[in-house]
C-alpha cells in the first residue's frame, strides 16, 4: 500500500510491482521484464476486427470482418479501421490506469489507441485497441504494442466500474447503448445561474473567467 499521506500520483514501476505483488493491481499473463521505469507494456492479442460498415451511425452497430494474426503476421492498411486487444487481461480495485502508445510503435506511425484510454477503477478485462496505420504495416501477435500506466485516486474509490465493458475478451466493438437515443439537453445560458452556484464554476487557477 502506499504510504497514508500519499494523496495522488503516477506509480513508478517499482510501485507498479509492488502493486501486483499486494493483489491491488492484476496483470495476467504478467511478466516483469515488461515493467518499464513508470508503466507495463502490453502486447498484441491475436484477433483483429476490420470495421467494414460504409457509414458510422452512433446508433447503429457497426460491421467488422473478423481477421486473426498467423505466425507471419498480418498486414494493416491505410484507410481501414482495426480494433486489436491486448494479450493481458488487467484490473484493479485500487488504482485507475491509461493506456498509450510505445515510442518504438510510435516511430512505425502506428496510432494504436484513438480516445479510449482511461480504465476505470474496478474494470478488468483485456483493453480494445483502436488501430490506424499510415503505410501497409505488418504486425504479429505477442509483439509489445504499447504501455499501460496506473495512478492512485484523490479520494476514496467506493465508486467500482460496473459498466457494459466489464470482463471483455477480444477485440470489443462499441456498446453504445440507451443514452445514445436520448434527446439532447441544453444547459441554461449563464447568466441564468444563481449568482452562489456560478461562485463555485472556478478555474484550476481558482479564478472564474465568465460574465
Known amino acids: ?46 484477433s483483429i476486427s476490420r470495421l467494414v460498415s460504409p457509414e458510422i451511425d452512433l446508433r447503429v452497430e457497426d460491421e467488422f470482418e473478423e481477421m486473426t494474426i498467423e505466425p507471419e503476421g498480418l498486414v494493416l492498411l491505410p484507410g481501414e479501421c482495426y480494433l486489436g486487444h491486448t494479450v493481458e487481461v488487467f484490473g484493479s480495485s485500487v488504482y485507475a490506469s491509461l493506456v498509450t502508445g510505445r515510442s518504438s510503435i510510435g516511430r512505425k506511425f502506428i496510432t494504436n489507441h484513438v480516445t479510449a484510454g482511461l480504465i476505470d477503477v474496478g474494470f478488468c478485462g483485456q483493453i480494445t485497441l483502436e488501430i490506424t496505420v499510415q503505410r501497409p504495416t505488418r504486425v504479429y501477435e505477442g509483439s509489445h504494442f504499447g504501455q499501460i500506466f496506473w495512478f492512485s485516486l484523490l479520494g476514496n474509490a467506493q465508486i467500482q466500474y460496473q459498466g457494459k465493458y466489464q470482463g471483455q475478451r477480444g477485440a470489443t466493438p462499441a456498446r453504445l447503448g440507451p443514452e445514445n437515443l436520448q434527446p439532447a439537453i441544453s444547459n441554461p445560458p449563464l447568466s441564468r445561474i444563481q449568482p452562489a452556484a456560478r461562485a463555485q464554476m472556478v478555474s484550476p487557477a481558482g479564478l472564474f473567467n465568465g460574465p
Not at 6 to 13: K, Q, V, Y
Open 1 to 46: 500500500m502506499l504510504n497514508e499521506s500519499f494523496i495522488g500520483g503516477w506509480l513508478s514501476g517499482t510501485a507498479i510491482a509492488a502493486a501486483i505483488e499486494d493483489h491491488e493491481i492484476y496483470v495476467s499473463p504478467f511478466d516483469p521484464a515488461a515493467i518499464n521505469p513508470n508503466s507495463y507494456n502490453y502486447r498484441l492479442g491475436a
